[in-house]
Protein backbone atom coordinates (compact mmCIF):
# COMPACT_ATOMS: atom_id res chain seq x y z
CA UNK A 1 0.00 0.00 0.00
CA UNK A 2 1.39 3.23 -1.08
CA UNK A 3 1.67 5.98 1.90
CA UNK A 4 0.61 9.09 1.76
CA UNK A 5 2.95 11.88 1.29
CA UNK A 6 2.47 14.41 3.89
CA UNK A 7 3.32 18.37 4.37
CA UNK A 8 5.16 17.67 7.52
CA UNK A 9 7.15 14.78 5.57
CA UNK A 10 8.14 17.64 2.98
CA UNK A 11 9.12 19.76 5.52
CA UNK A 12 11.18 17.05 7.26
CA UNK A 13 12.85 16.74 3.88
CA UNK A 14 13.11 20.23 3.09
CA UNK A 15 15.12 20.59 6.59
CA UNK A 16 17.72 17.46 5.59
CA UNK A 17 18.14 18.68 2.19
CA UNK A 18 19.48 22.23 3.95
CA UNK A 19 21.54 21.16 6.74
CA UNK A 20 23.86 18.44 3.70
CA UNK A 21 24.03 21.52 1.84
CA UNK A 22 24.95 23.44 4.58
CA UNK A 23 27.69 20.82 5.68
CA UNK A 24 29.05 20.00 2.05
CA UNK A 25 29.65 23.88 1.56
CA UNK A 26 33.00 25.14 1.68
CA UNK A 27 32.28 27.57 4.41
CA UNK A 28 28.79 26.53 4.89
CA UNK A 29 25.86 28.49 3.31
CA UNK A 30 24.72 31.62 5.65
CA UNK A 31 21.52 31.09 5.58
CA UNK A 32 19.76 34.84 6.13
CA UNK A 33 23.18 36.38 7.25
CA UNK A 34 22.89 34.37 10.82
CA UNK A 35 26.73 33.93 10.20
CA UNK A 36 27.57 37.59 9.92
CA UNK A 37 26.64 38.57 13.64
CA UNK A 38 29.40 37.13 15.80
CA UNK A 39 31.92 39.64 16.27
CA UNK A 40 29.61 42.59 16.24
CA UNK A 41 26.57 40.94 17.64
CA UNK A 42 27.95 39.79 20.89
CA UNK A 43 31.05 39.16 22.96
CA UNK A 44 31.81 35.46 21.13
CA UNK A 45 33.24 34.67 17.48
CA UNK A 46 31.25 33.27 15.14
CA UNK A 47 27.58 31.65 15.04
CA UNK A 48 25.89 28.61 15.58
CA UNK A 49 26.27 28.11 11.62
CA UNK A 50 29.73 27.79 12.03
CA UNK A 51 29.38 25.21 14.11
CA UNK A 52 30.93 21.93 12.16
CA UNK A 53 32.83 23.64 9.44
CA UNK A 54 36.31 22.49 9.25
CA UNK A 55 38.61 25.63 9.97
CA UNK A 56 40.63 25.14 6.64
CA UNK A 57 37.19 25.53 5.07
CA UNK A 58 36.62 29.00 6.95
CA UNK A 59 40.12 30.08 6.31
CA UNK A 60 39.77 29.66 2.17
CA UNK A 61 36.37 31.58 2.09
CA UNK A 62 37.13 33.92 5.18
CA UNK A 63 36.87 37.88 3.35
CA UNK A 64 40.00 38.96 4.97
CA UNK A 65 42.68 37.03 3.17
CA UNK A 66 45.65 38.90 4.46
CA UNK A 67 44.38 38.11 8.06
CA UNK A 68 43.22 34.32 7.40
CA UNK A 69 46.55 33.74 5.39
CA UNK A 70 48.17 34.75 8.23
CA UNK A 71 46.37 32.38 10.91
CA UNK A 72 47.35 29.36 8.14
CA UNK A 73 50.84 29.96 8.43
CA UNK A 74 50.78 29.63 12.13
CA UNK A 75 51.54 26.12 13.68
CA UNK A 76 49.35 24.24 15.54
CA UNK A 77 50.62 22.57 18.72
CA UNK A 78 49.00 19.31 20.17
CA UNK A 79 50.34 19.98 23.88
CA UNK A 80 51.97 22.49 26.28
CA UNK A 81 55.49 21.67 26.98
CA UNK A 82 56.93 20.22 29.96
CA UNK A 83 58.85 23.10 30.80
CA UNK A 84 57.27 25.39 33.69
CA UNK A 85 56.55 29.06 32.98
CA UNK A 86 58.14 31.51 35.52
CA UNK A 87 57.69 35.87 34.91
CA UNK A 88 61.47 35.31 35.70
CA UNK A 89 62.41 34.62 32.80
CA UNK A 90 60.86 37.00 31.28
CA UNK A 91 63.88 39.41 32.50
CA UNK A 92 62.92 42.38 34.20
CA UNK A 93 59.72 44.15 34.53
CA UNK A 94 59.25 47.03 32.14
CA UNK A 95 62.74 47.19 31.38
CA UNK A 96 64.52 50.48 29.06
CA UNK A 97 65.02 47.73 25.59
CA UNK A 98 64.63 50.62 23.96
CA UNK A 99 67.48 52.73 25.67
CA UNK A 100 65.22 55.60 25.47
CA UNK A 101 65.69 56.42 29.28
CA UNK A 102 61.83 55.46 30.04
CA UNK A 103 61.01 51.97 31.45
CA UNK A 104 58.64 50.15 28.54
CA UNK A 105 55.30 50.68 30.83
CA UNK A 106 55.62 54.70 31.07
CA UNK A 107 56.29 54.39 27.23
CA UNK A 108 53.49 52.33 26.49
CA UNK A 109 50.77 54.75 28.73
CA UNK A 110 52.28 57.92 26.78
CA UNK A 111 51.44 55.80 23.61
CA UNK A 112 48.16 55.05 24.22
CA UNK A 113 46.47 57.85 26.50
CA UNK A 114 45.62 61.52 25.53
CA UNK A 115 46.22 64.53 27.61
CA UNK A 116 49.26 63.17 28.97
CA UNK A 117 51.11 65.12 31.89
CA UNK A 118 54.80 63.85 33.32
CA UNK A 119 55.72 64.01 36.83
CA UNK A 120 58.28 66.72 37.33
CA UNK A 121 61.73 65.68 37.67
CA UNK A 122 61.65 62.88 35.64
CA UNK A 123 63.17 64.28 31.99
CA UNK A 124 59.36 63.64 31.31
CA UNK A 125 59.51 59.82 31.41
CA UNK A 126 56.91 58.98 34.67
CA UNK A 127 53.69 59.38 33.14
CA UNK A 128 51.60 61.55 35.84
CA UNK A 129 47.99 61.22 34.87
CA UNK A 130 46.57 61.03 31.59
CA UNK A 131 43.08 59.95 29.46
CA UNK A 132 42.56 56.47 28.10
CA UNK A 133 40.10 55.18 25.75
CA UNK A 134 40.26 51.67 27.27
CA UNK A 135 40.08 49.00 24.52
CA UNK A 136 38.60 46.24 26.43
CA UNK A 137 35.98 47.96 28.75
CA UNK A 138 35.03 51.14 26.01
CA UNK A 139 35.47 52.96 29.33
CA UNK A 140 36.97 56.26 29.45
CA UNK A 141 39.30 56.27 32.11
CA UNK A 142 41.06 59.57 33.79
CA UNK A 143 44.52 57.96 35.32
CA UNK A 144 45.95 59.03 38.07
CA UNK A 145 49.69 58.20 39.16
CA UNK A 146 49.67 57.14 42.70
CA UNK A 147 50.16 54.07 44.95
CA UNK A 148 46.60 53.31 45.28
CA UNK A 149 45.40 54.63 41.74
CA UNK A 150 47.82 53.78 39.10
CA UNK A 151 46.67 49.81 38.73
CA UNK A 152 43.51 51.13 37.33
CA UNK A 153 45.24 51.30 33.96
CA UNK A 154 47.47 48.37 33.59
CA UNK A 155 49.50 47.46 30.52
CA UNK A 156 48.61 44.22 29.28
CA UNK A 157 50.20 41.47 27.51
CA UNK A 158 48.18 40.49 24.65
CA UNK A 159 49.64 37.24 23.95
CA UNK A 160 50.18 36.65 27.85
CA UNK A 161 53.63 35.39 29.26
CA UNK A 162 52.50 32.25 30.00
CA UNK A 163 50.53 31.57 26.55
CA UNK A 164 54.13 32.87 24.81
CA UNK A 165 55.98 30.32 26.94
CA UNK A 166 53.74 27.82 26.03
CA UNK A 167 53.94 28.66 22.51
CA UNK A 168 57.71 28.77 22.13
CA UNK A 169 59.52 30.92 24.31
CA UNK A 170 60.05 28.26 26.38
CA UNK A 171 62.89 27.47 23.85
CA UNK A 172 64.15 30.98 23.63
CA UNK A 173 67.26 32.72 25.90
CA UNK A 174 66.69 34.97 28.22
CA UNK A 175 67.79 38.09 26.41
CA UNK A 176 65.04 37.64 23.59
CA UNK A 177 62.39 36.41 26.45
CA UNK A 178 63.10 40.26 27.61
CA UNK A 179 62.67 41.68 23.93
CA UNK A 180 59.73 40.00 23.84
CA UNK A 181 57.82 41.02 27.01
CA UNK A 182 58.36 44.64 26.42
CA UNK A 183 57.58 44.67 22.36
CA UNK A 184 55.19 47.44 22.08
CA UNK A 185 53.42 45.35 19.41
CA UNK A 186 52.45 42.98 22.05
CA UNK A 187 51.41 45.40 24.44
CA UNK A 188 48.98 47.80 25.13
CA UNK A 189 47.33 50.08 28.26
CA UNK A 190 43.90 48.90 29.67
CA UNK A 191 41.32 48.62 32.49
CA UNK A 192 43.00 47.46 35.17
CA UNK A 193 40.08 44.59 36.12
CA UNK A 194 39.63 43.85 32.59
CA UNK A 195 42.90 42.53 32.13
CA UNK A 196 43.33 40.95 35.67
CA UNK A 197 39.54 38.89 33.88
CA UNK A 198 42.09 37.93 31.18
CA UNK A 199 44.86 37.09 32.69
CA UNK A 200 46.81 34.23 30.61
CA UNK A 201 44.06 33.55 28.49
CA UNK A 202 44.13 32.83 25.02
CA UNK A 203 42.75 34.07 21.99
CA UNK A 204 40.10 31.01 22.56
CA UNK A 205 39.44 31.44 26.09
CA UNK A 206 39.24 35.59 26.69
CA UNK A 207 37.36 38.14 24.57
CA UNK A 208 37.05 41.74 24.96
CA UNK A 209 33.52 43.18 26.72
CA UNK A 210 34.17 45.93 23.97
CA UNK A 211 32.60 44.36 20.89
CA UNK A 212 33.77 47.16 18.64
CA UNK A 213 37.52 45.70 19.85
CA UNK A 214 37.09 42.20 18.73
CA UNK A 215 38.95 42.72 15.17
CA UNK A 216 41.52 44.99 16.20
CA UNK A 217 41.91 42.32 19.42
CA UNK A 218 42.40 39.12 17.34
CA UNK A 219 44.03 40.71 14.55
CA UNK A 220 46.82 41.97 16.78
CA UNK A 221 46.90 38.39 18.76
CA UNK A 222 47.62 37.08 15.15
CA UNK A 223 50.32 39.75 14.49
CA UNK A 224 51.94 39.03 17.26
CA UNK A 225 52.58 35.09 17.27
CA UNK A 226 53.75 35.80 13.15
CA UNK A 227 56.27 38.17 14.11
CA UNK A 228 57.45 36.13 16.97
CA UNK A 229 57.11 32.58 15.43
CA UNK A 230 54.74 31.39 18.37
CA UNK A 231 52.60 28.32 17.74
CA UNK A 232 48.50 28.38 18.58
CA UNK A 233 45.95 25.73 19.34
CA UNK A 234 43.41 24.29 17.47
CA UNK A 235 40.43 26.46 19.36
CA UNK A 236 43.31 29.54 19.08
CA UNK A 237 43.08 29.08 15.35
CA UNK A 238 39.76 28.19 15.08
CA UNK A 239 38.50 31.86 17.03
CA UNK A 240 41.25 33.61 14.63
CA UNK A 241 39.60 31.78 11.53
CA UNK A 242 36.39 33.09 12.34
CA UNK A 243 37.91 36.66 12.91
CA UNK A 244 39.29 36.74 9.42
CA UNK A 245 35.71 35.64 8.10
CA UNK A 246 33.91 38.49 9.88
CA UNK A 247 36.63 40.92 10.18
CA UNK A 248 36.85 41.96 6.40
CA UNK A 249 38.63 45.30 6.53
CA UNK A 250 40.68 44.53 9.81
CA UNK A 251 44.61 44.98 9.65
CA UNK A 252 47.40 43.39 10.88
CA UNK A 253 49.01 45.98 12.80
CA UNK A 254 52.94 46.52 12.75
CA UNK A 255 53.72 48.37 16.32
Not at 81 to 92: H, I, L, M, S, T
Not at 216 to 230: D, E, M, P, T
Request: hydrophobic share 40%; with cysteine; net charge positive.
Amino acid sequence: MRKEFRAGDFLVWLVVVGLLLWALAPGGLDLAGLGTKGIAGRNTLGSVLDLGKKTENILRVAKNQDLAQAVAALPVRRANPNAKYDRARFGKKWADVDHNGCDTRNDILRRDMTGVAAKPGTHECVVAQGVLNDPYTGKTINFRRGEHSSSAVQIDHVVALMDAWNSGAYQWDENKREQYANDPLVLLAADGPANQAKGASSADQWMPSNNAFHCAYIARQVAIKQKWSLSVTAAEQRTMALAAKECPQEPLPVR
